[in-house]
């Protein structure tokens, strides 16, 4: 088969990243999907289906059903340019419940799904960089997607288990009712069990074997917790001994991760790392990269003055702007990473929510009220303007935010926009069309409007407890935010220095020719410190920061 022959195989072919691991996304006809690892890559005609599954034929004369609780195959792939590949088909159990696991189930280990299975095992892979003792393990080439749809109960999956999987796989759509098998590379030699039913292993060494892989997944930060002597392979050779290293240890390699996990130690190390260098990048955002540094899904976008990392959330049919120029701080505001994570409320009448990440981030989120008409009073003068005004767009925010900042005027940091699939249903009646109407002409690079009508929107910005510079430097909270009127009503601020600060902050924005048409003490974040006094300037005033720009102005000239 020529490149001209395996491409008609392919409807399309797009970079997608799932879980910090890189894919080839292919769509092939007939709806089937397949998705191909740096490693799988290279041997794209002998991993495209119908050359070692769909063709009955073949896949009956070239396979062998492997043992095991699962339902797995050893493959032999057609011949691309000479070469054939020796695979490994295994359907994944995720949604299932653990065969003859009462002690896991109570443990509340599940299978993981095909995507968990081979970022954790690619993590496994490169944790060798980071502590003694080497892994070896089959490479992990695909994941494999039939279109036909299938119902649970033939998939053995638990509607509650896939609902819970499901919420956990916002960058990709991953979908209840398909079969999805992951391809391996194949291992030459045998299993441990296998060995002793051929002599060359003694029961004993078979359990010692066993303990020795256990004990250096564990080394490595991870724990497998059906290891079973069924996967470790160990190689004969043409004298019938075991290949072993220099050491006289016996070599082996690992296979079937469905159930690999990451130990709570290391999870914790896992989480302060992914925090360290999130604020290492957030002092850097805005210095220039290479373009070909990108993944192909993400793009460097510039709205009103402000860069942005964009990227489709393929896995909830939404999109993302990340403030700045660094690819690599799109991953931390995937839905994943805090839809599901606690959070408090911080206003009575905004949807204002504080919440620590899953990769350990403190994050102050926002749902924006673009697109709502301000339920005020059009007799009032100061309402009227705020209804004639409209609430500004969340890119409004972002770029007033920075400007302010960049002319002085310290605020609290953007940090991305969220859009999500859908939105709340609203009456004609409350909608403000007009930021839909002035911001028809700026599009994502696919084409559509970046502001749309049936979408909510989100901001995200950082919780203030310091800048970000010294945060980077020593990760510790010099302070809390807490707005001006929260902290008169709890003594810290006398209702004198409340109202002058509130004229500080009206006169600053006015030199720039901004003005809050809505200015509240909650809108002015101050600072307390550990021993639970304001910062203050040069002056002896608390220092401030504009924290709110829902409905900042430029003024009319």
């Known amino acids: 088969m020529g490149t001209e022959d395996t491409y008609c195989q392919i409807d399309e072919m797009k970079e997608t990243r799932v879980l910090g691991v ?32 769909t063709d009955n034929e073949w896949f009956k004369d070239h396979s062998e059903r492997l043992r095991g609780t699962s339902t797995l195959y050893k493959v032999t792939t057609k011949k ?53 003792g080497y892994i070896f393990t089959h490479k992990p080439l695909a994941i494999y997607v039939p279109k036909r749809h299938v119902d649970l109960d033939r998939l053995g999956r638990k509607a509650y288990k896939m609902e819970d999987i499901l919420s956990r796989h916002n960058e990709i759509e991953l979908y209840m009712f398909r079969n999805y098998a992951v391809i391996y590379e194949w291992i030459k030699g045998i299993d441990a069990v296998q060995a002793l039913e051929r002599g ?19 080394r490595n930060g991870f724990a497998i917790d059906d290891s079973k002597p069924h996967h470790v ?7 019938g001994e075991l290949a072993r290293d220099r050491s006289g240890q016996i070599l082996y390699a690992a296979v079937d991760f469905e159930l690999l996990r990451r130990s709570p130690q290391r999870e914790k190390q896992i989480r302060a790392s ?42 909830t049919g939404g999109a993302l702007w990340v403030v700045g120029k660094d690819p690599t701080l799109f ?69 007033l935010a920075l400007e302010l900042k960049n002319q002085g005027i310290p605020t609290t940091h953007p940090r991305a926009i969220y859009m999500a699939a859908s939105k709340s249903d609203m009456d004609e009646s409350l909608c403000d ?65 409340y109202l002058h600060l ?19 003490g909650n809108h002015i974040l101050l600072s307390v410190d550990n021993s639970g006094h304001l910062v203050k300037n040069h002056k002896g005033l608390p220092e401030m920061r504009i924290s709110n720009f829902e409905l900042l102005r430029r003024a009319q000239l």
């Open 274 to 315: 992914k925090r360290k260098m999130y604020l290492e990048k957030q002092m850097h955002r805005f210095e220039d990269r290479e373009p070909a540094g990108f993944p192909s899904n993400l793009k460097l976008v510039r709205i009103m003055g402000v860069d942005y990392i964009y990227g489709q959330v393929e896995g």
């Open 233 to 239: 392979i160990v190689r004969p050779g043409k004298d």
């Open 80 to 132: 691309f340019q000479g070469k054939s590949k020796e695979i490994v088909m295994k359907w994944n159990r995720m949604g299932q419940d653990i065969p003859g696991s009462f002690d896991l189930s109570e443990l509340n280990v599940e299978f993981n799904s095909p995507f968990e299975e081979f970022a954790l095992l690619t993590e496994l892979r490169n944790a060798q960089f980071e502590s003694e």
């Open 502 to 520: 509130m004229e500080i902050a009206k006169s600053k924005l006015g030199l720039l020719g901004i003005e809050d048409l809505n200015l509240k």
């Open 331 to 399: 991953d931390y505001f995937l839905p994943e990473k805090w839809r599901d994570t606690p959070r408090i409320r911080l206003s009575v009448f905004d949807q204002v929510y504080r919440t620590t990440t899953k990769d350990d981030i403190h994050l102050v989120w926002k749902i924006s009220r673009v697109g709502e008409l301000p339920d005020l009073d059009p007799f009032t003068d100061a309402e009227n303007k705020m209804i004639k005004h409209g609430y500004n767009s969340p890119f409004e925010e972002v770029a």
């Open 200 to 218: 060359v292993l003694e029961k004993q060494e078979v359990a010692q074997l066993t303990v020795r892989y256990d004990s250096d997944v564990r």
């Open 433 to 497: 069309d007009s930021r839909y109407d002035s911001h028809e002409s700026l599009l994502t690079p696919e084409g559509n409007p970046i502001l749309r009508r049936q979408h909510d929107y989100i901001i995200f910005w950082g919780y203030w407890n310091g800048p970000d510079e010294l945060l980077a430097i020593k990760d510790e909270s010099p302070y809390q935010g807490v707005d001006a009127l929260l902290c008169h009503r709890k003594g810290l601020l006398t209702k004198r220095t």
């Open 22 to 53: 890189d894919y080839h996304h292919l769509s092939l006809p007939g709806g089937d999907d397949l998705y191909l690892t740096e490693y799988g890559l290279p041997f794209l005609d002998n991993l495209l289906p119908a050359n070692f599954w």
